[in-house]
Each structure stands twice: as C-alpha cells, then as structure tokens.
Nanobody, 125 residues
Framework: QVHVVESGGGLVQPGGSLRLSCAAS????????MGWYRQAPGKQREFVAG???????NYADAVKGRFTISRDNAKNTVYLQMNSLKSEDTAVYYC???????????????????WGQGTQVTVSS
C-alpha cells in the first residue's frame, strides 16, 4: 500500500506562479525517483521535471528556467515551483514516485512506479 497524494493545482493568470506538492506514504523501503509529468487534453503525457536520489535533477526544455523541483527527504515530499506560467503549461500534472517496496518482513522488495491522482493547472486570462 503506497499512496501518492498531490495538491496545489488551480487557476492562475499568465506570468503568475503556482507551487505543487506531492507526498508519498505507505509501504516504502526507499525512494529512487520523484518527479512530475503533465498531460493536456488529447495529448500524450510528457515529462516535466524529476529528482533521482543521490544524483540530481532534470527538466524538460519547455520548462527549464521557469520551474524548480525540490524534495524534502524526511517527509517523502516533492515540490514543483512554477513561475512565469504560460497558457501552454495548462495540463493535468501527475506526480510519479519510483520506490523500492517495503515487504512484510521489513526487507526491500522490487522497485515500482506509483502515480498520484493528478492535479489540474490552468493558465488563463
């Protein structure tokens, strides 16, 4: 039972800012990756930003310089600070967590992907 819960979506004007949060909980042994994807209506889901534990961050070219991803390891929480928002940023934003499962005996299981429910971000005048 791994749960991924997102918050922070909403309506914002072009040029505005928004901060998304994603918290992972449940049967987690350790987290390898936390990141954000987005999907606009009729389009494929695309990578936005991510953090690989012990390695660093990566951003899609479309958001580089405007979005910042950060993580609070103690809380298993990742954030996406979105600045200078454009109408083309409008989409449902999904949080993905890649984590090793904690087995009943407390040992490490295999790595699996877990997705949040998605949060709507609308950039409009």
């Amino acid at each position: 039972q791994v749960h991924v819960v997102e918050s922070g979506g909403g309506l914002v004007q072009p040029g505005g800012s928004l901060r998304l949060s994603c918290a992972a909980s449940g049967s987690i042994f350790s987290i390898n990756f936390m990141g954000w994807y987005r999907q606009a209506p009729g389009k494929q889901r695309e990578f936005v930003a991510g953090i690989i534990s012990g390695v660093g961050t990566n951003y899609a070219d479309a958001v580089k310089g405007r979005f910042t991803i950060s993580r609070d390891n103690a809380k298993n929480t990742v954030y996406l600070q979105m600045n200078s928002l454009k109408s083309e940023d409008t989409a449902v934003y999904y949080c993905k967590v890649a984590a090793w499962e904690r087995l009943p005996g407390g040992t490490r299981g295999g790595m699996r992907d877990y997705w949040g429910q998605g949060t709507q971000v609308t950039v409009s005048s």
